[in-house]
């Protein structure tokens, strides 16, 4: 459930040469198919369509039921879908897509990375759906949670709904907090300095940190946009995450580090072990996704009692989205991207969306999702997750370049000479620029 790892060089240096040698997307996205259900019921055989997602074990399993319900209440239509491997950039369903769209043979919809949506729009493969959402009774833009869209949308044109969405939030535990006498947790980096030093206690083995950060390019957005700075320039052709303003989080947390305030983990599960770290009590506090509040919950028990709250701000406020759009492809026939619309907007819709949300812990994506008695119970039993809909209002889009996925690579080898050797913040940052430069180019 969390926002998957973009870290093979050579899949993000392909993904960011998709659009090369593509068409431009059509301005009115030509071949729409028809708003409203399938009417292939008529027919003697059903239109099949193909769907390729890319998260596995239980989250597979949950999608291959709710497809046969569609399936079941849907006879004019056949939704056949099949796990491809990791829908990250890096990812086998991704690599699996280019090598698809090459050889003129895409599925007819698909799972798509959030951070990857401007690959694959600017690659003129993809339906335009604007004109599709603005008619639909369930899919109307309007009809979403405020900043959920963000990643859906290319040159201001709606490619992607939402599918499964996810952002970092703050974990903390609220055992430690009483016994260190603070009453809430911290809401800007001034008091998360501050709450870590007083969190932090023991030695060695028996060391508890005041905050461990994610060496992670994803809650690297959030720092730099958050801390006053900018990814990439407003042209999207130079790097500017190396600036002053870019910069100050990071170099806080850095300190924090040095100073032995926070601990950092490091190898090819990082991730998983930092937050193991926060369920075994060795850290007070870390940023992780809201997809990890179901591993947390089931970790923790009743050891202690924690919570999850807003990330902490800068300047200001910047939320990056996480998580997977649907999309459909122009190579479907009229029929299959007919149908295809169908299943997203089934999947949407509150009932299935609430479904899907309080089975697998993804945010839930459409306004009316709240008021719904089931995710209100939900809620109630799982307050967490308030925060995750909380930040949707904060959430600020990646810089929408096709070559965005080539300038994260160069960062996450920075973040972790940043992290993992204690290298200079503002140096390291500006060779990782330099190097986005040359892919930008």
């Given at each position: 459930?969390?926002?998957?790892?973009?870290?093979?060089?050579g899949?993000?240096?392909?993904?960011?040469?998709?659009?090369?040698?593509?068409?431009?997307?059509a301005?009115?996205?030509?071949?729409?198919p028809?708003?409203?259900?399938?009417?292939?019921?008529?027919?003697?055989?059903?239109?099949?369509?193909?769907?390729?997602?890319?998260?596995?074990?239980?989250?597979?399993?949950?999608?291959?039921?709710?497809?046969q319900?569609f399936?079941?209440?849907?006879?004019?239509?056949?939704?056949?879908?099949?796990y491809?491997?990791?829908?990250?950039?890096?990812?086998e369903?991704?690599?699996?897509?280019l090598?698809?769209?090459?050889?003129?043979?895409?599925p007819t919809?698909?799972?798509i990375?959030?951070?990857?949506?401007?690959?694959?729009?600017?690659?003129?493969?993809?339906?335009?759906?604007?004109?599709?959402?603005?008619?639909?009774?369930?899919?109307?833009?309007?009809?979403?949670?405020?900043?959920?869209?963000?990643?859906?949308?290319?040159?201001?044109?709606?490619?992607?709904?939402?599918?499964?969405?996810?952002?970092?939030?703050?974990?903390y535990?609220?055992?430690l907090f009483?016994?260190?006498?603070i009453?809430?947790?911290p809401?800007?980096?001034?008091?998360?300095?501050?709450?870590?030093?007083?969190?932090?206690?023991?030695?060695?083995?028996?060391?508890?940190?005041?905050?461990?950060?994610?060496?992670?390019?994803?809650p690297?957005?959030?720092?730099?946009?958050?801390?006053?700075?900018?990814?990439?320039s407003?042209?999207?052709?130079?790097?500017?995450?190396?600036?002053?303003?870019?910069?100050?989080?990071?170099?806080t947390?850095?300190?924090?580090?040095?100073?032995g305030?926070?601990?950092?983990?490091?190898?090819?599960?990082?991730?998983?072990?930092?937050?193991?770290?926060?369920?075994?009590?060795?850290?007070?506090?870390?940023?992780?996704?809201?997809?990890?509040?179901?591993?947390?919950?089931?970790?923790?028990?009743?050891?202690f009692?924690?919570?999850?709250?807003?990330?902490?701000?800068?300047?200001?406020?910047?939320?990056?989205?996480?998580?997977?759009?649907?999309?459909?492809?122009?190579?479907?026939?009229?029929?299959?991207?007919?149908?295809?619309w169908?299943?997203?907007?089934?999947?949407?819709?509150?009932?299935?969306?609430?479904?899907?949300?309080?089975?697998?812990?993804?945010?839930?994506?459409?306004?009316?999702?709240?008021?719904?008695?089931?995710?209100?119970?939900y809620?109630?039993?799982?307050?967490?997750y308030?925060?995750?809909?909380?930040?949707?209002?904060?959430?600020?889009?990646?810089?929408?370049?096709?070559?965005?996925?080539?300038?994260?690579?160069?960062?996450?080898?920075?973040?972790?000479?940043?992290?993992?050797?204690?290298?200079p913040?503002?140096?390291?940052?500006?060779?990782?620029?330099?190097?986005?430069d040359?892919?930008?180019?």
């Amino acid at each position: 459930m969390k926002r998957d790892r973009l870290w093979k060089s050579g899949a993000l240096l392909a993904l960011g040469l998709v659009a090369t040698g593509c068409g431009a997307p059509a301005a009115n996205g030509g071949g729409q198919p028809e708003t409203g259900t399938s009417r292939a019921a008529a027919s003697s055989q059903p239109v099949t369509i193909t769907f390729w997602y890319g998260v596995g074990t239980t989250l597979s399993q949950d999608i291959q039921q709710m497809v046969q319900e569609f399936n079941q209440t849907h006879p004019g239509i056949k939704v056949v879908a099949t796990y491809q491997g990791s829908y990250s950039g890096g990812g086998e369903e991704q690599q699996k897509l280019l090598a698809a769209i090459k050889a003129g043979d895409p599925p007819t919809l698909a799972q798509i990375e959030v951070h990857a949506m401007p690959v694959f729009a600017a690659s003129g493969q993809l339906l335009d759906l604007t004109q599709l959402m603005q008619s639909s009774s369930v899919d109307k833009p309007s009809n979403f949670l405020p900043g959920i869209l963000v990643s859906t949308q290319y040159q201001g044109r709606y490619y992607g709904v939402p599918f499964n969405r996810s952002v970092p939030v703050l974990y903390y535990n609220k055992t430690l907090f009483a016994k260190a006498h603070i009453a809430s947790p911290p809401s800007n980096w001034t008091e998360l300095v501050a709450d870590a030093k007083k969190l932090t206690s023991g030695a060695g083995s028996n060391k508890i940190y005041g905050f461990e950060p994610l060496v992670d390019w994803w809650p690297w957005e959030y720092a730099v946009e958050s801390g006053g700075g900018s990814i990439l320039s407003p042209d999207l052709r130079r790097a500017t995450f190396d600036q002053p303003p870019a910069l100050s989080i990071l170099e806080t947390e850095q300190s924090l580090v040095k100073q032995g305030y926070a601990k950092v983990e490091t190898g090819p599960n990082y991730w998983d072990l930092m937050t193991q770290d926060f369920i075994n009590g060795q850290v007070a506090m870390d940023i992780d996704s809201i997809g990890s509040a179901g591993k947390v919950t089931k970790g923790v028990g009743d050891k202690f009692q924690w919570g999850t709250a807003l990330l902490p701000r800068g300047k200001t406020l910047a939320v990056p989205p996480g998580g997977g759009d649907l999309v459909i492809f122009k190579d479907a026939t009229p029929a299959q991207q007919k149908a295809a619309w169908t299943f997203i907007q089934w999947w949407t819709a509150p009932k299935q969306s609430v479904k899907w949300s309080t089975e697998t812990g993804y945010l839930p994506v459409q306004k009316a999702d709240l008021n719904d008695p089931v995710y209100q119970a939900y809620l109630e039993k799982h307050p967490q997750y308030r925060t995750a809909i909380e930040e949707l209002r904060y959430e600020h889009p990646s810089p929408a370049s096709p070559a965005y996925l080539a300038v994260l690579q160069p960062v996450q080898q920075a973040l972790q000479g940043i992290f993992d050797e204690g290298k200079p913040v503002a140096a390291t940052m500006h060779q990782a620029a330099q190097a986005a430069d040359q892919n930008l180019g």
